[in-house]
């Protein structure tokens, strides 16, 4: 963020605002140095933010997990996960809403195609962040927990839509 406010040319140091920055520089922005995904995750997916319908997706094609996917030891099965948020830095309010794939087991089963869509308000002209990642579990008597550490999930911001 301290470059999106250093990128505003508008106003003077000390008074430079978020919205008058380049918010396109969050673009790529990963929320886990240590899990980041595109050294998690090796297969290709698209990334779309359509500000007339409000909807964020995120397109995995067909993909096998245990070749597909760098997962840490302990973990059996994995969840892909995304999130779109409309923003309003002005009013320091915004609009979220996530989904989420079912668990997915991490072995040389093929898995068919996941489409993740998240909606926001079509009004206003906000920025509109689309969160992709993938969440680690182990199995254990037949539940799911996510691993203690949480170190190896992996999110990042894949797409940016400025304002209309």
């Known amino acids: 963020m301290v470059k999106v406010v250093k990128s ?3 106003n ?3 008074e430079r605002m ?7 520089l969050l673009k790529g922005f990963e929320f886990n140095q240590s899990g980041k995904l595109n050294a998690t995750m090796y297969a290709p997916y698209t990334a779309a933010i359509d500000r007339a319908t409000g909807e964020a997706t995120v397109e995995i094609p067909s993909f096998i997990p245990q070749n597909t996917f760098a997962a840490p030891a302990g973990a059996s099965h ?9 923003v309003d830095f002005e ?13 997915i087991f991490i072995g040389p089963q093929s ?3 996941i489409t993740l869509t998240a909606t926001v308000p079509t009004a206003g002209d906000q920025p509109i962040f ?3 990642g993938v969440e680690f579990l182990q199995e254990v008597n037949g539940t799911m927990y996510p691993l203690k550490n949480g170190a190896f999930n992996a999110l990042a911001l894949v797409e940016v839509d400025e304002s209309v």
């Open 78 to 86: 994995m969840r892909l996960v995304t999130a779109a948020s409309k």
């Open 91 to 103: 009013g320091e309010s915004f609009d979220l809403d996530t989904d989420e794939s079912s668990e």
């Open 18 to 24: 978020v919205t008058e920055g380049d918010i396109m």
């Open 12 to 14: 003077d140091r000390g």
């Open 111 to 113: 898995e068919t195609a």
């Open 130 to 132: 689309l969160l992709f």
């Open 8 to 10: 505003d040319s508008t």
